[in-house]
Nanobody
């Protein structure tokens, strides 16, 4: 079992930056691809960024200029750096891990991935 805990969310202003953390316990995240998803009120969950066990990355086209995903194997943590935040970035951000790899994170079968965190709220004020 892998337990994922997100942190780093909060209330920020337009243009600010945040770094979200997805800390794992139970097993090493090095064997999993990890994705960051977000869900805004009244909207469907969407994938914003993902990283493979080998360090390959994926970004949503509309966000890739403002995001950087990275992993620290020693800390067993995956990070999401978000810059130039906008009010439309307001959402609950979740991380998820899956042993099947990056393609599964990008296209999860029936939306099911191995492990999910409980999310961290990011609110961007205008």
């Amino acid at each position: 079992q892998v337990q994922l805990v997100e942190s780093g969310g909060g209330l920020v202003q337009t243009g600010d930056s945040l770094r979200l953390s997805c800390a794992a316990s139970g097993r090493t995240l090095s064997n999993y691809a990890v994705g960051w998803f977000r869900q805004a009120p009244g909207k469907e969950r969407e994938l914003v960024a993902a990283i493979s066990w080998g360090g390959g990355t994926y970004y949503a086209d509309s966000l890739k200029e403002r995001l950087t995903i990275s992993r620290d194997s020693a800390a067993n943590t995956v990070y999401l750096q978000m810059n130039s935040l906008k009010p439309e970035d307001t959402a609950v951000y979740y991380c998820a891990a899956d042993a099947r790899g990056l393609r599964t994170i990008i296209n999860p079968p029936r939306g099911v991935l191995d492990y999910w965190g409980k999310g961290t709220l990011v609110t961007v004020s205008s």
